[in-house]
Nanobody, 121 residues
Framework: QVQLVESGGGLVQPGGSLRLSCAAS????????MGWYRRAPGKERELVAV???????NYADSVVGRFTISRDNAKNTVYLQMNNLKPEDTAVYYC???????????????WGQGTQVTVSS
């Protein structure tokens, strides 16, 4: 069994910061890309940021310069540092990871349960 457990969401004022964490646990041989997605009310889920296992990153245009994704491969954990938050960043944020159970079993796509981020004064 594999689980992705997220933490760090909450309520913050505009201009504030939050740091999300997502830890993968269970039978894991290796992890490929890990990333963060979000779904705002009434909108489609969108990619926020993604990091490959070698540390290459990609961001949505709307968060460039404000959000930073990082990962600790030894801990199977990915982080999202969110600065200068805006009301339009309000959404449920989901962690995603592509995993292998062994050298030849995979890849499998896993999702966290989601964590609410609300930016409001």
């Amino acid at each position: 069994q594999v689980q992705l457990v997220e933490s760090g969401g909450g309520l913050v004022q505009p201009g504030g910061s939050l740091r999300l964490s997502c830890a993968a646990s269970g039978t894991i041989f290796s992890i490929g890309p890990m990333g963060w997605y979000r779904r705002a009310p009434g909108k489609e889920r969108e990619l926020v940021a993604v990091s490959t296992s070698r540390g290459s990153t990609n961001y949505a245009d709307s968060v460039v310069g404000r959000f930073t994704i990082s990962r600790d491969n030894a801990k199977n954990t990915v982080y999202l540092q969110m600065n200068n938050l805006k009301p339009e960043d309000t959404a449920v944020y989901y962690c995603n990871a592509v995993l292998w159970y062994s050298d030849y079993i995979g890849p499998f796509d896993y999702w966290g349960q989601g964590t609410q981020v609300t930016v409001s004064s």
